[in-house]
């Protein structure tokens, strides 16, 4: 009814006047998000100092156990006191200092298409769907494990979205042999997607094949790759105070070749760190200065991320929780910690439910809020993620990416001068009467307003009309027609021969073994 009556009200004034000044496509910048918010401290500048003094001396006098000789001689070599017997490696804060002076505070990550390069700093925000999970979901085929199918439909619709800023290790891909998996996943990133994509730090083999393969498909020389950021990986701590055998290859043959790493310690309180979240954040950022440390001493200027993805456990299952409030103020005493450092950083959202419900809904939500409110760089796991990680959700990447396009919505500035305040408008009606047909309302009903993505506004009547669909039942058709209607990128076929000629030649090698 007000549909008609907004379309009456313009033809007559089109009729009467000529013209028709309605803007029909209503204008949004999701590429490249700048946080308006100010960032929200849950600690005192005392507090954050003596965090990240305690931190130092954990390093300094307990140490971080390294499993990898190679990185345990890079520390030596920068005057660490190293232990072979033990694998311990005690880091002075001289070497932490130095290499937070030499890490880089912005970082431009080249993408295929130049209107999708990155910019890693403070004060910008870029989301990443949910990453890493070895299942995947959605209402048609239930819970299963991934496929290499499943990781190129979820790489379409990440595509087909602005808001989600870069590709990621949706799923494993496990009918593919992990000794040929980089193959298929970084050939599904580069022909299906002109972002910025995810490298796996799986042993020096797989990651000279991937960054092969990302010189292939852009075009560019040894050296220029080298020079410039054209993929990233995330490392992960085993927390409390350990860096595994792939994880240090990870951060030596990433600092080597130019590439960025996201170095994340997974510490979740009252588990594999301190049940308190400044305890918590004391043993993830020494852990996290330790890796910053080991790339700046393989490589000063190396493209780190400081990286936090602290939360706590359900204390009764040990289960992790996501979303919860302890989740929430590690993210923002992270953010104050990121910012003392001057680095960009990453946060993590997600949630621990089943299915995608309102608990899934509402645990996603308030870790984001937490990673827009303590100003994080970037927010993995922002969409789609559940069960802790263990599954990707279709339907749920669907509804999450609504709220993701709300948040960015409110970063986009609201209009304050004279024509937006309408004194005119106010004038024009008069009073008992209605907007629908001022002048003001008519110049601009179509482009005012966010149009929902998967949000039904219509009344009860209609709805039942339609269906009676719930948001998780109108998101299933919405990826569906999302993986239907995907547009391939520019050179996609070309990409595609460059890449499978080097493949086919390396699978006639035998390919590259996983490092464990």
Same mark, same amino acid.
């Given at each position: 009814?007000i549909?008609?009556?907004?379309?009456?009200?313009?033809?007559?004034?089109?009729n009467?006047?000529?013209d028709?000044r309605?803007q029909?496509?209503?204008?949004?910048?999701?590429?490249n998000?700048k946080?308006?918010?100010?960032?929200q401290?849950?600690f005192?500048?005392d507090?954050?100092?003596?965090?990240?003094?305690?931190?130092?001396?954990?390093?300094e006098?307990l140490?971080?156990k390294? +499993?990898?000789?190679?990185?345990?001689?890079?520390?030596r070599?920068?005057?660490?006191?190293?232990?072979?017997?033990t694998l311990?490696?005690?880091i002075?804060r001289?070497?932490v200092t130095?290499?937070?002076?030499?890490a880089?505070?912005?970082?431009?990550?080249?993408?295929?298409s130049?209107s999708r390069?990155?910019?890693?700093? +403070?004060?910008?925000?870029?989301f +990443?769907a949910g990453?890493?999970?070895?299942?995947v979901?959605?209402l048609?085929?239930?819970r299963?494990?991934?496929?290499l199918?499943?990781f190129?439909?979820?790489?379409?619709?990440?595509?087909?979205?602005?808001?989600?800023?870069?590709?990621g290790?949706?799923?494993?891909a496990?009918?593919?042999?992990?000794?040929?998996?980089?193959?298929?996943?970084?050939r599904t990133?580069l022909t299906?997607?002109?972002k910025?994509?995810?490298?796996?730090?799986r042993? #020096?083999?797989?990651?000279e094949?991937?960054?092969?393969?990302m010189?292939?498909?852009r075009?560019? /020389?040894?050296d220029?790759?080298?020079?410039?950021?054209?993929?990233y990986?995330?490392i992960?701590t085993? /927390?409390?105070?350990?860096l595994?055998?792939p994880?240090?290859?990870?951060?030596?043959?990433?600092?080597?070749?130019?590439?960025?790493?996201?170095i994340?310690?997974?510490?979740?309180?009252?588990?594999?760190?301190?049940?308190t979240?400044?305890?918590?954040?004391?043993l993830?950022?020494?852990?996290?200065?330790?890796?910053?440390?080991?790339?700046?001493?393989v490589?000063?200027?190396?493209?780190?991320?400081?990286g936090?993805?602290?939360?706590?456990v359900?204390?009764?299952?040990?289960?992790?929780?996501?979303?919860?409030?302890?989740?929430?103020?590690?993210?923002?005493?992270a953010g104050q910690?990121?910012?003392?450092t001057g680095?960009?950083?990453?946060?993590?959202?997600g949630s621990?439910s089943?299915?995608?419900?309102?608990?899934?809904?509402?645990?996603?939500?308030f870790?984001?809020?937490?990673?827009v409110l303590?100003?994080a760089t970037?927010?993995?796991?922002?969409?789609g993620?559940?069960?802790g990680?263990?599954?990707?959700?279709?339907?749920?990447l669907?509804?999450?990416?609504e709220a993701?396009? #709300?948040?960015a919505?409110?970063?986009?500035?609201?209009?304050?001068?004279?024509e937006?305040?309408?004194?005119?408008?106010?004038?024009?009606?008069q009073?008992?009467?209605?907007?629908?047909?001022?002048?003001?309302?008519?110049?601009r009903y179509?482009?005012a307003?966010?149009?929902?993505?998967?949000a039904?506004?219509?009344n009860f009547?209609?709805?039942t009309?339609?269906g009676?669909?719930t948001?998780?039942?109108r998101?299933?058709?919405?990826w569906?027609?999302?993986v239907d209607e995907y547009k391939?990128?520019?050179?996609?076929g070309?990409?595609?021969?460059?890449l499978d000629t080097?493949?086919?030649?390396?699978?006639?090698?035998?390919?590259a073994?996983?490092?464990?």
């Amino acid at each position: 009814m007000i549909d008609e009556m907004l379309h009456q009200t313009r033809r007559e004034r089109r009729n009467r006047s000529g013209d028709d000044r309605t803007q029909t496509v209503r204008k949004t910048d999701y590429r490249n998000l700048k946080n308006s918010f100010l960032p929200q401290p849950v600690f005192s500048e005392d507090e954050v100092a003596n965090i990240h003094e305690t931190a130092l001396r954990v390093l300094e006098e307990l140490g971080i156990k390294v +499993l990898l000789p190679d990185a345990r001689a890079f520390f030596r070599q920068a005057g660490a006191i190293v232990d072979d017997d033990t694998l311990m490696v005690r880091i002075g804060r001289d070497i932490v200092t130095s290499a937070l002076a030499s890490a880089p505070r912005s970082i431009t990550a080249r993408s295929g298409s130049p209107s999708r390069d990155l910019t890693f700093e +403070l004060g910008n925000l870029m989301f +990443l769907a949910g990453s890493g999970a070895p299942n995947v979901t959605d209402l048609d085929r239930g819970r299963r494990a991934g496929s290499l199918a499943d990781f190129q439909a979820l790489t379409k619709i990440v595509q087909s979205f602005d808001v989600l800023h870069m590709q990621g290790p949706y799923v494993e891909a496990q009918d593919v042999d992990v000794k040929y998996r980089h193959y298929a996943v970084s050939r599904t990133q580069l022909t299906l997607s002109d972002k910025v994509p995810f490298v796996y730090a799986r042993g #020096t083999p797989q990651a000279e094949d991937a960054f092969e393969m990302m010189r292939l498909a852009r075009g560019v /020389s040894h050296d220029e790759f080298r020079d410039n950021a054209f993929c990233y990986t995330v490392i992960n701590t085993n /927390s409390p105070r350990q860096l595994d055998i792939p994880m240090a290859q990870g951060i030596i043959d990433f600092a080597r070749a130019g590439q960025i790493s996201v170095i994340t310690p997974f510490c979740l309180a009252g588990a594999m760190a301190p049940i308190t979240v400044a305890g918590a954040l004391t043993l993830q950022h020494a852990e996290a200065l330790a890796g910053i440390a080991l790339a700046q001493i393989v490589r000063p200027g190396a493209p780190v991320v400081y990286g936090s993805f602290s939360s706590n456990v359900d204390m009764k299952s040990g289960a992790p929780a996501f979303g919860t409030p302890e989740h929430v103020k590690a993210t923002m005493g992270a953010g104050q910690l990121a910012r003392l450092t001057g680095l960009p950083w990453r946060s993590g959202g997600g949630s621990a439910s089943n299915v995608s419900d309102a608990q899934a809904a509402h645990e996603t939500q308030f870790a984001l809020w937490g990673s827009v409110l303590a100003g994080a760089t970037l927010c993995i796991h922002a969409a789609g993620w559940m069960e802790g990680g263990l599954s990707v959700s279709y339907e749920k990447l669907i509804t999450d990416i609504e709220a993701l396009q #709300t948040v960015a919505e409110l970063f986009q500035p609201t209009p304050g001068d004279a024509e937006a305040i309408g004194y005119d408008a106010i004038a024009e009606v008069q009073p008992g009467g209605h907007f629908f047909a001022a002048a003001h309302t008519m110049a601009r009903y179509r482009t005012a307003f966010y149009q929902p993505l998967v949000a039904d506004l219509s009344n009860f009547g209609n709805w039942t009309e339609s269906g009676s669909k719930t948001a998780t039942e109108r998101a299933n058709g919405i990826w569906k027609r999302v993986v239907d209607e995907y547009k391939p990128i520019e050179r996609a076929g070309e990409i595609g021969e460059v890449l499978d000629t080097f493949i086919s030649r390396r699978m006639s090698e035998g390919g590259a073994e996983a490092v464990s």
